[in-house]
């Protein structure tokens, strides 16, 4: 898959967030741009079976990541799970989800599944997952490359 453009990317940031805005569960999903957004670019907060809430972020790429990529974006993130967050700033982040509307090539599952032993909740989701969540959630319009 070739690497989609800056504006793909801001479009997909967009359905991203609009979908979680239609998810059972999701409180408050917004935009995290600036100086201290250490890689996150939606964060948002889950109220859990118990009624806990929970503040996830999420790293949105267009395109492939490969193994290289995800070495850096793991860096940003082990400073990102130390940061405050602007929604309910005394919450730290409990999990990341690093979201792509393309695939993990070139070994990056391999070097995330070494580089995350001991680290906190990252999850991967590619878009073969992202896409059918996309089109239920936002039904009828779908993501597609330009």
Same mark, same amino acid.
């Given at each position: 898959?070739?690497?989609?453009?800056?504006?793909n990317e801001k479009k997909l940031r967009k359905q991203i967030l609009e979908a979680l805005k239609k998810t059972d569960g999701v409180i408050n999903a917004e935009f @995290?741009? &600036?100086v201290y957004e250490f890689g996150i670019d939606i964060v948002f907060d889950f109220e859990d079976a118990f009624g %806990?809430? %929970?503040k996830y972020? +999420?790293?949105v790429k267009a395109g492939d990541i490969s193994g290289p990529d995800l070495s850096e974006i793991l860096g940003q993130l082990s400073v !990102?799970?130390?940061h405050e967050f602007s929604i309910d700033p005394s919450k730290f982040l409990d999990a990341v989800y690093v979201v792509t509307d393309g695939?993990? +090539?070139? &070994? !990056?599952k391999e070097f995330f599944k070494k580089a995350n032993v001991g680290? %906190? @909740?990252v999850f991967l989701i @590619?878009? !073969?997952r992202l896409k059918p969540y996309l089109e239920l959630k936002l039904r009828g319009i779908s993501y597609k490359e330009e």
């Open positions: 898959m070739k690497k989609l453009t800056e504006t @995290n741009h &600036g %806990r809430k %929970r972020g +999420i790293q !990102a799970f130390g695939e993990f +090539i070139g &070994g !990056a680290f %906190r @909740n @590619n878009g !073969a």
